[in-house]
Each structure stands twice: as C-alpha cells, then as structure tokens.
C-alpha cells in the first residue's frame, strides 16, 4: 500500500495563477482532508469530505475548491492565487468518524510569488 | 469553542533526559478523542497515540507515556532517556464526537531538539 500519496512535492505559482493538488489513497478510506500548515503553527482543516460527491469546508475555505468524484481522489483547487496561500498542504484520510485516526500524505510546498 | 494550546514552542534537552510535552484542550463535548502526532524534519506527520474522553487509563509504550486528566483538560506526552531521533515537531490534537466528522483541531505544536 502507498497509503496517501500527494503531487507535486514542490510548486512556485505567480500571484494570479491556478493549479490543482492532488491526492490519492488506496486504502478504501471514506473520509478525506486537506489541511495547511503555515510556519510556527498547527495545522488548519480547508475541506473535508465524508465521501464520495460529499464534500464540506473547514476552518480556512476561503480561495479553494474541492471535489471528490471517487473514493481514491480528492483533489484540492486553487483559482486565483495568493501569497497568504504560501503554505505546506497536507492531505490525509480515515475510515471515517472522530474515533479513528487520520493518515497523512507526505504534503506539499507551496510558494506563491 | 474547542481548542487545543500547547503552550511550549520549543524545548531543547540533552540526550537521555526525560522530557514532558504539554497539551490543554478545550471543549464543549462529553465524547471527544485526543491524539500525539509526530512530524520529523522530513515533514510527514505521523500518529503516536488516540486517547478517548472516556479512558483515562495513562499509557505507555516504550519510552513514550502519556498522562490524559479530564479534571484539567490536558493530554501530556512524556519521552523517556530522549534520543535524537526524538527531535521533531509533536502535535496534540482534539476531535470531538459531535461533529462526526473527524475533523482535527490541532495545537500550535512543540518543537523538541534533543542535542547529542
């Protein structure tokens, strides 16, 4: 098993520029997270989703989107970027419920410029 | 509001010594589980320990124990004769049963070096 795997490791944007980041697990796990982690701090829930086409914000939503068309993928969307959304992303996924720990992905560096 | 203070930033200790990281949480919900996440300089996040609010039990395994006291809201993590490879950044993190979500309140985190 891979368990949760993220891509790109490393990405700079301009100010203004789109990408997507992607996430995938294969662990059959419903639930699924992004989190970001800005320097010195804890990290923060962006969206979540308890399945697949089941999607819902977090703390920080603002400047991102989300989909989840399977339970493998859920893939985190940033339109217009910003240099507030220069962080580290993390996905990370669980067999659902507050009860069960939540595996991360090995995260993503984000530079925006 | 739920939240989780883990009031030391950084901690810096000399290998083999004890060293015990603290973790207040706040919260509203009488069901809620309690985690200690590990994030080594290579950046994952890695899961030590889930404590629910019903099992006040301590735990150990191996050099890590931890201390869960509902009567004062904290979660603490002790490591034992520390060793470098214990150097990290360590998150306590809160989950509450009402969401049913598992979404995670996290810490700020405490950054631990443990120097040769």
């Known amino acids: 098993n891979a368990g949760v795997t993220q891509t790109p490791k490393f990405r700079i944007l301009k100010i203004g520029q789109s990408m997507t980041l992607q996430c995938t697990q294969d662990?059959?796990?419903?639930?699924m997270y992004w989190y970001r982690q800005d320097p010195g701090m804890g990290l923060k829930l962006i969206y979540y989703?308890?399945?697949?086409?089941?999607?819902d914000k977090g703390e920080v939503p603002n400047g991102y989107n989300v989909s989840r068309s399977t339970t493998e993928d859920f893939p985190l969307r940033l339109e217009l970027a910003a240099p507030s959304q220069t962080s580290v992303y993390f996905c990370?996924?669980?067999?659902?419920?507050?009860?069960?720990?939540?595996?991360f992905g090995p995260g993503t560096r984000l530079t925006v410029l | 509001a739920q939240k989780v203070t883990q009031a030391q930033t950084e901690i810096s200790v000399v290998e083999k010594e004890d060293v015990t990281l603290d973790c207040v949480y706040e919260?509203?919900?009488?069901?809620?589980?309690l985690f200690w996440y590990k994030q080594p300089p290579s950046g994952e996040l890695v899961f030590l320990i889930r404590?629910?609010?019903?099992?006040?039990q301590n735990e150990i395994s191996g050099r890590y124990s931890w201390n869960f006291q509902k009567s004062t809201s904290s979660f603490n993590f002790t490591i034992t004769a520390s060793q470098v490879v214990d150097s990290a950044v360590y998150f306590c993190?809160?989950?509450?049963?009402?969401?049913?979500?598992?979404?995670?309140?996290f810490g700020q985190g405490t950054t631990l070096q443990v120097k040769p």
């Open positions: 990370a996924s669980s067999w659902g419920g507050s009860l069960h720990e939540q595996f």
């Open positions: 662990m059959n796990h419903n639930y």
């Open positions: 989703s308890v399945g697949a086409g089941i999607t």
């Open positions: 919260t509203r919900d009488t069901t809620y589980y």
């Open positions: 404590r629910n609010s019903f099992d006040e």
């Open positions: 993190a809160l989950s509450e049963e009402s969401s049913n979500t598992g979404k995670l309140i």
